[in-house]
Protein backbone atom coordinates (compact mmCIF):
# COMPACT_ATOMS: atom_id res chain seq x y z
CA UNK A 1 0.00 0.00 0.00
CA UNK A 2 1.37 3.36 -0.90
CA UNK A 3 2.44 5.60 2.24
CA UNK A 4 0.11 8.43 1.03
CA UNK A 5 -3.09 6.30 1.26
CA UNK A 6 -1.73 4.77 4.69
CA UNK A 7 -1.91 7.73 6.32
CA UNK A 8 -5.09 9.03 4.98
CA UNK A 9 -6.76 5.63 6.46
CA UNK A 10 -4.82 6.86 9.61
CA UNK A 11 -5.93 10.25 10.08
CA UNK A 12 -9.82 9.34 8.80
CA UNK A 13 -9.67 7.03 11.68
CA UNK A 14 -8.75 9.52 14.07
CA UNK A 15 -11.55 11.98 12.86
CA UNK A 16 -13.94 9.17 13.34
CA UNK A 17 -12.85 8.30 16.83
CA UNK A 18 -12.80 12.06 17.72
CA UNK A 19 -16.38 12.52 16.30
CA UNK A 20 -17.80 9.38 18.11
CA UNK A 21 -16.08 10.56 21.01
CA UNK A 22 -18.03 14.17 20.62
CA UNK A 23 -20.75 12.56 20.04
CA UNK A 24 -20.85 10.54 23.38
CA UNK A 25 -20.07 13.84 25.20
CA UNK A 26 -23.06 15.67 23.46
CA UNK A 27 -25.52 13.31 25.31
CA UNK A 28 -23.30 13.05 28.53
CA UNK A 29 -23.65 16.60 28.83
CA UNK A 30 -27.24 17.68 27.42
CA UNK A 31 -28.43 14.63 29.88
CA UNK A 32 -29.54 12.59 26.57
CA UNK A 33 -27.24 9.76 27.95
CA UNK A 34 -30.19 8.68 30.01
CA UNK A 35 -32.32 7.57 27.21
CA UNK A 36 -29.82 4.68 26.26
CA UNK A 37 -27.85 3.69 29.71
CA UNK A 38 -28.39 3.39 33.30
CA UNK A 39 -26.78 6.68 35.62
CA UNK A 40 -24.58 3.66 36.95
CA UNK A 41 -22.49 3.36 33.82
CA UNK A 42 -21.98 7.12 33.56
CA UNK A 43 -18.36 7.04 34.66
CA UNK A 44 -17.22 4.10 32.34
CA UNK A 45 -19.04 6.18 29.59
CA UNK A 46 -16.60 9.42 31.02
CA UNK A 47 -13.49 6.87 30.67
CA UNK A 48 -14.30 6.10 27.23
CA UNK A 49 -14.80 9.29 26.06
CA UNK A 50 -11.29 10.28 27.85
CA UNK A 51 -9.88 6.91 26.10
CA UNK A 52 -11.25 7.81 22.39
CA UNK A 53 -10.15 10.93 22.74
CA UNK A 54 -6.61 10.44 23.12
CA UNK A 55 -6.18 7.22 20.98
CA UNK A 56 -8.10 9.48 17.89
CA UNK A 57 -5.39 12.54 18.94
CA UNK A 58 -2.71 9.61 18.20
CA UNK A 59 -4.12 8.40 15.12
CA UNK A 60 -4.59 11.67 13.68
CA UNK A 61 -0.76 12.67 14.61
CA UNK A 62 0.25 9.77 13.05
CA UNK A 63 -1.44 10.14 10.18
CA UNK A 64 -0.18 13.50 9.72
CA UNK A 65 3.93 12.47 10.21
CA UNK A 66 6.47 12.32 7.66
CA UNK A 67 7.91 9.63 10.09
CA UNK A 68 6.99 5.89 7.88
CA UNK A 69 8.22 3.87 10.83
CA UNK A 70 5.01 5.20 13.13
CA UNK A 71 2.43 3.78 10.33
CA UNK A 72 1.73 0.23 11.09
CA UNK A 73 2.56 -2.36 8.07
CA UNK A 74 3.58 -5.21 10.16
CA UNK A 75 0.49 -7.94 9.31
CA UNK A 76 -2.25 -8.10 6.62
CA UNK A 77 -4.80 -7.80 9.28
CA UNK A 78 -3.76 -4.02 10.33
CA UNK A 79 -4.26 -2.88 6.18
CA UNK A 80 -7.41 -0.65 5.17
CA UNK A 81 -9.95 -1.60 2.96
CA UNK A 82 -8.14 -2.59 -0.43
CA UNK A 83 -10.90 -0.90 -2.42
CA UNK A 84 -12.25 2.67 -2.83
CA UNK A 85 -16.41 1.09 -2.50
CA UNK A 86 -14.95 -1.03 0.86
CA UNK A 87 -13.33 1.73 2.66
CA UNK A 88 -16.91 3.63 1.97
CA UNK A 89 -19.15 0.62 3.03
CA UNK A 90 -16.65 0.30 5.88
CA UNK A 91 -16.60 4.24 7.33
CA UNK A 92 -20.15 4.29 6.57
CA UNK A 93 -20.53 2.18 9.32
CA UNK A 94 -19.59 4.35 11.33
CA UNK A 95 -20.16 8.38 10.28
CA UNK A 96 -23.96 7.18 9.45
CA UNK A 97 -24.87 7.18 13.23
CA UNK A 98 -22.79 9.98 14.24
CA UNK A 99 -23.96 12.21 11.50
CA UNK A 100 -27.84 10.93 12.60
CA UNK A 101 -26.77 11.40 16.46
CA UNK A 102 -25.93 15.26 16.09
CA UNK A 103 -28.95 16.30 13.32
CA UNK A 104 -31.91 14.08 14.58
CA UNK A 105 -33.25 14.10 17.95
CA UNK A 106 -33.52 11.42 20.52
CA UNK A 107 -36.61 8.82 20.35
CA UNK A 108 -38.21 7.57 23.47
CA UNK A 109 -39.56 4.00 23.57
CA UNK A 110 -43.64 3.81 23.31
CA UNK A 111 -46.22 1.01 22.65
CA UNK A 112 -45.44 0.08 19.59
CA UNK A 113 -42.13 -0.88 21.29
CA UNK A 114 -43.40 -2.24 24.28
CA UNK A 115 -46.09 -4.68 22.00
CA UNK A 116 -43.30 -6.83 20.87
CA UNK A 117 -42.10 -7.50 24.47
CA UNK A 118 -43.81 -9.16 27.32
CA UNK A 119 -45.43 -6.41 29.94
CA UNK A 120 -44.76 -7.09 33.20
CA UNK A 121 -48.14 -7.26 34.95
CA UNK A 122 -47.35 -9.81 37.55
CA UNK A 123 -43.61 -9.87 39.28
CA UNK A 124 -42.09 -12.85 41.19
CA UNK A 125 -39.78 -11.88 43.52
CA UNK A 126 -37.93 -15.28 42.70
CA UNK A 127 -37.20 -14.16 39.24
CA UNK A 128 -35.82 -11.10 40.73
CA UNK A 129 -33.27 -12.89 42.78
CA UNK A 130 -32.06 -14.49 39.87
CA UNK A 131 -31.28 -11.63 38.13
CA UNK A 132 -30.04 -9.64 41.22
CA UNK A 133 -26.31 -8.51 41.51
CA UNK A 134 -23.85 -9.73 44.18
CA UNK A 135 -24.33 -7.65 46.69
CA UNK A 136 -28.30 -6.43 46.33
CA UNK A 137 -31.18 -8.04 48.09
CA UNK A 138 -34.51 -8.41 46.60
CA UNK A 139 -34.47 -4.95 45.02
CA UNK A 140 -38.06 -4.49 44.56
CA UNK A 141 -38.80 -4.85 48.25
CA UNK A 142 -36.01 -1.95 48.72
CA UNK A 143 -36.98 0.61 46.59
CA UNK A 144 -40.66 0.03 47.29
CA UNK A 145 -40.47 1.15 50.75
CA UNK A 146 -38.84 4.20 49.71
CA UNK A 147 -41.51 5.50 47.70
CA UNK A 148 -43.58 6.62 50.75
CA UNK A 149 -40.53 8.49 52.36
CA UNK A 150 -42.56 12.37 51.34
CA UNK A 151 -41.37 12.47 47.75
CA UNK A 152 -43.86 13.23 45.36
CA UNK A 153 -42.06 13.58 41.61
CA UNK A 154 -42.16 11.45 39.21
CA UNK A 155 -39.06 12.92 37.33
CA UNK A 156 -35.70 12.46 38.76
CA UNK A 157 -33.22 13.79 37.15
CA UNK A 158 -30.70 10.98 35.80
CA UNK A 159 -27.98 12.32 37.97
CA UNK A 160 -30.06 12.21 41.34
CA UNK A 161 -30.70 8.66 40.44
CA UNK A 162 -29.97 6.34 43.63
CA UNK A 163 -28.10 3.17 42.81
CA UNK A 164 -29.41 1.31 46.14
CA UNK A 165 -30.83 1.58 49.27
CA UNK A 166 -29.59 0.43 52.69
CA UNK A 167 -31.47 -2.59 54.75
CA UNK A 168 -32.49 -0.41 57.48
CA UNK A 169 -34.24 2.20 54.81
CA UNK A 170 -35.95 -1.11 53.11
CA UNK A 171 -37.47 -2.16 56.41
CA UNK A 172 -38.81 1.87 57.39
CA UNK A 173 -40.16 2.05 53.82
CA UNK A 174 -41.76 -1.28 53.40
CA UNK A 175 -43.43 -0.42 57.52
CA UNK A 176 -44.70 2.37 55.68
CA UNK A 177 -46.11 1.18 52.27
CA UNK A 178 -48.42 -0.91 54.57
CA UNK A 179 -49.40 1.76 57.27
CA UNK A 180 -50.38 4.34 54.69
CA UNK A 181 -53.91 4.73 53.00
CA UNK A 182 -52.33 6.81 49.62
CA UNK A 183 -49.02 5.43 47.85
CA UNK A 184 -47.15 7.28 45.86
CA UNK A 185 -45.03 5.06 42.70
CA UNK A 186 -42.31 7.54 42.36
CA UNK A 187 -39.86 7.36 39.58
CA UNK A 188 -36.94 6.40 41.66
CA UNK A 189 -38.48 3.19 43.16
CA UNK A 190 -40.26 2.30 40.57
CA UNK A 191 -40.14 -1.11 39.93
CA UNK A 192 -39.76 -2.44 43.85
CA UNK A 193 -42.89 -0.55 44.18
CA UNK A 194 -44.54 -2.24 41.84
CA UNK A 195 -43.38 -5.59 42.75
CA UNK A 196 -44.54 -5.42 46.54
CA UNK A 197 -47.99 -3.92 45.01
CA UNK A 198 -48.35 -7.25 43.09
CA UNK A 199 -46.90 -9.36 45.52
CA UNK A 200 -48.72 -8.48 48.55
CA UNK A 201 -51.98 -6.60 46.79
CA UNK A 202 -55.10 -8.53 48.86
CA UNK A 203 -53.40 -6.91 51.87
CA UNK A 204 -53.36 -3.08 50.06
CA UNK A 205 -56.63 -3.99 48.53
CA UNK A 206 -59.34 -0.90 49.18
CA UNK A 207 -55.82 1.88 49.09
CA UNK A 208 -55.74 4.49 46.55
CA UNK A 209 -52.63 4.55 44.26
CA UNK A 210 -51.33 7.28 42.42
CA UNK A 211 -48.87 6.54 38.70
CA UNK A 212 -47.31 8.14 36.31
CA UNK A 213 -47.03 6.16 32.58
CA UNK A 214 -47.88 5.80 28.95
CA UNK A 215 -50.87 4.46 28.04
CA UNK A 216 -50.88 1.08 26.59
CA UNK A 217 -53.25 -1.26 25.48
CA UNK A 218 -53.36 -5.08 24.76
CA UNK A 219 -55.03 -6.37 21.79
CA UNK A 220 -58.06 -8.09 24.25
CA UNK A 221 -58.18 -4.97 25.75
CA UNK A 222 -61.77 -2.92 25.75
CA UNK A 223 -61.15 1.14 25.33
CA UNK A 224 -62.34 1.60 29.37
CA UNK A 225 -59.09 -0.63 29.95
CA UNK A 226 -55.32 0.11 30.01
CA UNK A 227 -52.26 -0.74 31.01
CA UNK A 228 -50.31 2.62 33.10
CA UNK A 229 -46.37 1.52 31.49
CA UNK A 230 -43.02 2.33 32.19
CA UNK A 231 -40.02 1.23 30.50
CA UNK A 232 -37.45 0.27 33.23
CA UNK A 233 -33.73 0.14 32.48
CA UNK A 234 -31.41 -2.29 34.41
CA UNK A 235 -28.08 -1.17 32.12
CA UNK A 236 -28.94 0.18 29.11
CA UNK A 237 -31.96 0.53 26.58
CA UNK A 238 -31.35 -3.11 25.10
CA UNK A 239 -32.43 -4.62 28.34
CA UNK A 240 -35.57 -2.36 28.43
CA UNK A 241 -38.35 -4.17 29.89
CA UNK A 242 -42.05 -2.82 30.20
CA UNK A 243 -43.56 -2.71 33.77
CA UNK A 244 -47.16 -1.08 34.25
CA UNK A 245 -50.16 -1.62 36.25
CA UNK A 246 -53.63 -2.58 34.75
CA UNK A 247 -56.52 0.29 35.02
CA UNK A 248 -59.71 0.27 34.45
CA UNK A 249 -62.37 3.41 34.35
CA UNK A 250 -63.63 6.13 32.11
CA UNK A 251 -60.34 5.70 29.85
CA UNK A 252 -61.14 5.53 25.97
CA UNK A 253 -60.20 9.45 24.84
CA UNK A 254 -56.79 8.01 26.21
CA UNK A 255 -54.78 7.02 22.82
CA UNK A 256 -51.64 4.87 23.05
CA UNK A 257 -48.63 6.50 24.35
CA UNK A 258 -50.73 9.18 26.12
CA UNK A 259 -48.71 10.13 29.02
CA UNK A 260 -51.12 10.26 32.12
CA UNK A 261 -50.89 10.72 35.78
CA UNK A 262 -53.61 8.38 37.08
CA UNK A 263 -55.30 7.51 40.37
CA UNK A 264 -57.03 4.88 41.51
CA UNK A 265 -58.54 2.17 44.45
CA UNK A 266 -56.41 -1.10 43.87
CA UNK A 267 -58.37 -4.18 43.08
CA UNK A 268 -58.10 -7.24 41.60
CA UNK A 269 -58.94 -8.92 38.32
CA UNK A 270 -58.60 -12.17 36.56
CA UNK A 271 -56.21 -12.19 33.57
CA UNK A 272 -54.78 -14.52 31.37
CA UNK A 273 -55.92 -17.12 33.88
CA UNK A 274 -53.52 -14.88 36.77
CA UNK A 275 -54.66 -12.81 39.92
CA UNK A 276 -53.65 -9.40 39.19
CA UNK A 277 -54.07 -5.77 40.50
CA UNK A 278 -55.84 -3.44 38.96
CA UNK A 279 -56.53 0.26 39.47
CA UNK A 280 -60.31 1.28 39.64
CA UNK A 281 -59.66 4.93 38.19
CA UNK A 282 -60.39 8.18 40.45
CA UNK A 283 -58.86 10.62 38.83
CA UNK A 284 -56.62 10.94 35.45
CA UNK A 285 -55.20 13.10 33.46
CA UNK A 286 -53.02 13.63 30.35
CA UNK A 287 -49.54 15.56 31.09
CA UNK A 288 -46.52 15.65 29.08
CA UNK A 289 -43.94 13.27 28.55
CA UNK A 290 -41.50 13.64 31.29
CA UNK A 291 -37.90 14.88 31.06
CA UNK A 292 -36.68 11.26 32.13
CA UNK A 293 -39.16 9.02 30.63
CA UNK A 294 -37.58 5.73 31.53
CA UNK A 295 -37.07 4.24 34.85
CA UNK A 296 -34.16 2.06 36.39
CA UNK A 297 -33.74 -0.95 38.54
CA UNK A 298 -31.67 -0.13 42.15
CA UNK A 299 -31.37 -2.76 44.83
CA UNK A 300 -30.62 -2.87 48.57
CA UNK A 301 -26.89 -2.28 49.80
CA UNK A 302 -25.74 -5.40 52.12
CA UNK A 303 -22.84 -4.02 54.48
Known amino acids: ?40 LY ?36 QPPKTTFRSVILYSLFIIPIISGFLFSNHTLGSSIAK ?17 PSNVVNKQETQTNQQNNGSNKNTV ?20 IFQ ?6 DDSKYVPTIGLIE ?13 VGFVYRE ?9 VARFVITCCIADASVYGIMAKGDLAKF ?6 RLRGKLNKTTYQSSTIPILSVTSVQAIKEPAQPYVYDIGIKVD
Open 219 to 227: KNFSNNQIV
Open 116 to 132: NRQVQLTTSSQDIKQNR
Open 1 to 40: MSLPRAKFHTYFRGIILIGLSLFFLKLLLTGKISYFISPK
Open 180 to 185: ENSIII
Open 255 to 260: KNDTWV
Open 43 to 78: PFLSITIGILIIVGIIQIFIGTSDDEEMLCDCCEEH
Open 199 to 211: ENFNKLIGKEIET
Open 157 to 176: PSSTQQQYITQKEYDQLQHS
